[in-house]
């Protein structure tokens, strides 16, 4: 089992950049697939990135990739999401989710979620 604990959100102007974390207990994080999930007020969950259990790859949403950057320190048992050219779309609740064994999108696939952490981007 794991826990995890987002941090780093906060209000930032449009443009601006945010690196979020995640912290995981335990001592057996390397085996945990990682990613990120958001919600808006009002709209449904959405995939933001995952990362496989090395770190070695990556996917994200469309509307994130390019801006975003997913990444995992397993020394540090740590997950991170680089926010760049935040946009006021990218307002959510973000959560960083874990599983074992593969990495995968789908929401429901994920066993272990953290609490979230806001990012407001205003204009």
């Known amino acids: 089992q794991v826990q995890l604990v987002e941090s780093g959100g906060g209000l930032v102007q449009a443009g601006g950049s945010l690196r979020l974390s995640c912290a995981a207990s335990?001592?057996?994080?390397?085996?945990?697939?990682m990613g990120w999930f958001r919600q808006a007020p009002g709209k449904e969950r959405e995939f933001v990135a995952r990362?496989?259990?090395?770190?070695?790859?990556?996917i994200y949403a469309d509307a994130v990739k390019g801006r975003f950057t997913i990444s995992r320190d397993n020394a540090k048992n740590t997950l991170y999401l680089q926010m760049n050219s935040l946009k006021r779309e990218d307002t959510a609740t973000y959560y960083c989710v874990a599983r074992s064994g593969m990495v995968v999108t789908a929401a429901s696939s994920y066993a272990y979620w953290g609490q979230g952490t806001q990012v407001t981007v205003s204009t």
């Open positions: 990362i496989n259990r090395s770190g070695g790859s990556t």
């Open positions: 335990g001592r057996t994080f390397s085996s945990y697939a």
